[in-house]
C-alpha cells in the first residue's frame, strides 16, 4: 500500500522534523528562535556559488557551499550586533534579506548560463520537493541526526547550562562560544540537508514550532527535548501521510479527497495545528488549564467573602449560625450576579453552609473556617494600622484582597505584637474587633451605629 | 505634457518606468521601516512580507481576481492578524516574541503555499513573481487612464506611498514620542496599540503593494536596510527619515544600473546595493561607523601621551627647579614607541614645547596645558584620600588614568569639595589655573615639603 518512495519520504521527514526539533529547542531556548530562519535564507547564495563552481547540480558542493553561506550570516550578523547601534533583529532582517538577495543575483547569473536550467532547483529550494527524495537524502539526514545526538549525549552537562545560565558558565570557565558555535553547527548541518525536502520557509518553521510546542507541555530539558523530537517527527509523518493521501483529508464544502497537497506546507501545518493544540490544552501552562485554575481561584476567593459577609451579619445579632435572606447578603457586599451563587455551591460542597429553607446559614465547619478568615482579614488591618500608619477606613479593602493568602504561620506572626500591647487582642486565637464598621453593618438598612 | 515621454526612444522609456516605479517602492518601505528599526519590530516586517501570501489568495478566492482592493483588503487584515496573534500568543500564552513569531508566519505561509496549490490553475501567483519580482516586466500590464498608458505597478504603489506619507506627517509628534520613550507616550495618553496597529496595516499594504514589483524577500531588504542605514548616520527622525528615502530612492537607481551592466536580475541587485551601502555606513558612518569610532579612540589615546608628556616634563621641571628633561628620558619615562616619537615632534611643530640644547623645555601655552593636566591629576588623588579615605600610595594609579577625563566644570567642583587645599597628599602644590594666578608662584611652595 505504501510505495518504496513513499516509505522513503516519509523516513526522511520524519527523521528531519525530530532533530530539526531537538536542535529547536537549544535555539528556542537561547532566544534565537529566527536563527534557523536567516540559516535557511542565507543559503541560497552559498547553493548557487557552489553549482556555479562545481558547474553542474552536485549535492556535496552545493551543501558545502550552504554551509559555508550559513556561518558567514551568523557571523556577519554577531558583528552587526557589536555596533550596538543596529539592533539583533535588524542585524538579523538585514543580513537575512541581503544575503537572499545575493542569491536572487547568482540565479539570473546561472540562469543566464548556456548549460541554464536552474530554475526548477529554485522552486525545489523555496517550497520542497519532497518528492524528489532519494537515498542519499536519507543517508545525510540520518548522518547528521547521528552526529547530532552523539555531540548532545557526550556534552549534555555542558549545553544544558549554557542554554539557561550562560553568565554562570562563563563564570565558571566553560567554553561558551565554542558551545554556542556547536549547537548553531549543527542546526547549520541540519537546515542544509532538509533545505531540498522542505524547502526554506518550512525549514525555518520545523526549526521553531515543535519546541515552542514541547515548551508548553515541560519545565524540563530532557523532557522538552524529547517532546520536541516527538512533536517534530509526528509532524513529519502526519504531513507525509496526509499528502501521499494515505489519510485522507477533504477541503470543507466538497466531496471528494484533497489531493497532491505539497509535502513541506502540510508537515508544518500538521505541526501548527499540534502547537495549536499545546497552546489551549497543555496542562499548566495552556489556556484551558490556565482558564481553569482562574475560575477555581475566583471561586474559592468568592465562597471566602461569602463566609465572612455571613459570620459578620451573625455577629451583630450573636447567632452566627443563623440562616440569612439573600436580601441581606447582598446588601453587605457587592456581588455580581454568578458570583454568589458559584460561592454559595461551593461553600455547600465544601460544607460549610447548609439551607434552612432556602436560606444559607454557616455550619459548625462553616464558622471554624469564617473565623480563620476574619481573624486574618482583622489581624491584617490592625497591622496595617499599627505599624503602617494607614487610616482605620483606609485597610478594608486592602486585608479583602489580602485575607485569603495568609497562612497559620503569617497570622500567628501578626498576632504576636498585637498580644504584647494587650488592648485589642487578649487571648490567643480570638477574632479582634473590626478596627472599623464592617460592611455588614455600614449597610444595615437601620444605618450604622458602630 | 507627456509628449516628450513618448517620443523617447522606448528602451529609455522602460528604463525610466522602472526606475520611478523603484524609487516610489523603496522610499514608501524606506518610511515606514524606519519605525520598524526604531521600535524594535524589524523581524515583524519579515514575518508580514511571507504571511500576506494567504492574504492574497483568500482575497482572490472571494472576489475572483486580484484587483487592487481586494488585495489591500486581504493584507490588511492578514496584518492585523499577524500583529494579533504575535501580541496574542506572547502576551497571553508566554510564548516568547521571537518563537511566537516564528511560529505565525511560518504557518500563514505554508497555509498560503497549500492554497495556492489548490487555487494554482485560476490564481495568477506566480512563485517565481512572489521571489523575484517583476520589475523587469513594469512596461507589460498598462492601464488606461485618461488616454495614457499607465503601468500598473505605478497605479499599485503611488497611493500606498502618499498613504505613507500621509501617515508621517499626520502622526509625527505620537510616532517621535513613542519610538523614542513608549512609557512616557502611553502615560501622556496616547494610544500606543492604535499607533501600532495602524503601522503593521500599513506595512501590510506596502509590502503586497511592493511584492509585485520587487518579490517578497527583497521587500524586506527595502524595509529593514536603508533604515538601518540611515539609523547609522543620524540621531535626529527627521533627518533619518530623509536618508533613508534617499538611501532606498539611490538603491534603485544603482541597482538598475548595475542589473543592466552585468545582466542580472533588477529587484535583487537594488537590496544588493542596499546592503553595499549598510555596510559603507557600518564603517564609515560619522558618528556611529567602526573607522570613526576607531579615529576618536586613537585620537584619544594620542592626547593621552601628548598629556602624559607635558605632565613628566612639567613635574620634571617642578621637582628640581629648572631641571630639563631629554627626549630620551621621555621615551623610556613612557616605555617608548614610534608613537611617542609622533607625539612629541607634534607638540614641537604646535609649539607646546621647545627643544632646547639642555633639554625640552614647556611654552608657555605648553605649560598652560601641563598645568591643567597636573591639576585634575592632583585634584582627583586629594579628593580620594579625603573623601573616599584610601590611602597615600594607592591613589596615583587611578589618578593617571583620570586625569585626562576631568574637564573644567569637574575641576571647579573637586576644588570645592577640597576647600582650600592647595597640596596634594603627596604634599606637592596643586596648581591653579591662570583664572586665579597667571603664573603660580612655585618656588616658594616648592620650599615647603
Sequence with gaps: MISYSTLLVLATTTLLGAIAGVLGSFAVLRGRALVGDLLAHAALPGLCVGFLLVGRRELGAMLLGAVIAGVAAVTLMTFIARNRRT???????????VFFAAGIVLLSVIQNLPTGGAKAGMEAYLYGQAAGINRTDLLVIATIAALALLVLLLFRKEFQLVTFDPEFARVQGWPVMALDLGILGLITLVTMAGLPAVGVILMAALLVIPPAAARFWTDRIGRMLLTAAIVGGGSGILGTL????????????EESVASELPTGPTIILCGSAIFLLSVLFAPHRGLAAKAIQLAILRTRIAADH???????LGEQDGALDQGRSWQAIRRARRWSGAELIIAAFWARIQGWIS?????PRLTPQGIQQAETLVRSHRLWELYLIDRAGIAPDHV??????????LTGELVSALEVPLREKGEVLKAPGEVPQSPHPTMAEERKPEGGDA | MWHWFAELDPNLQTAITVIVVATMTNVACALLGCFLVLRRMSLLGDALAHAVLPGLVIAFVFTGTLSLPAMFLGAVAIGVLTALLTEGLHRQAGVSEDASLGVVFTSLFALGVILIKRYGQDVDLDPDCVLNGMLEMVDDNVWQIGGFEVPRALVTILPVLILNLLFVVVFWKELLLGSFDPALATAMGFRAGLLHYTLMCLVALTTVAAFEQVGSILVVAMLIVPAATAHLCSDRLHIMLWLAAGFGALSALVGYAAALIFDVNTAGA???SSGIFYGAALFFSPR???VSRWLHQAALRLRIIAEDILGMIY???????????QPAEVFRGLGGGVWVRVVLSWLAWRDMIRRQPEGLELSPAGRLWAAAVVRSHRLWESYLVRHLGLPDDHVHEPAMRVEHYIEAPLQEQLAGALGAELLDPHGRPIPQLPAESESPNKDERQDQP
Design chain 1, 355 to 359: 439551607f434552612s429553607g432556602n436560606l
Design chain 1, 306 to 312: 461569602l463566609l465572612r459577609t455571613l459570620y459578620e
Design chain 2, 270 to 272: 537594488m537590496a544588493v
Design chain 1, 396 to 405: 478594608d479593602r486592602d486585608a479583602d484582597a489580602v485575607e485569603h493568602w
Design chain 2, 315 to 325: 613635574r620634571a621641571e617642578e621637582w628640581a627647579a629648572g631641571r630639563r628633561l
Design chain 1, 242 to 253: 496526509i499528502s501521499a493521501g494515505i489519510l485522507p483529508i477533504r477541503w470543507p464544502g
Design chain 1, 87 to 97: 539592533k539583533e533583529d535588524a542585524a538579523l532582517g538585514i543580513v537575512l534579506s
Design chain 2, 288 to 290: 556611529y561607523g567602526w
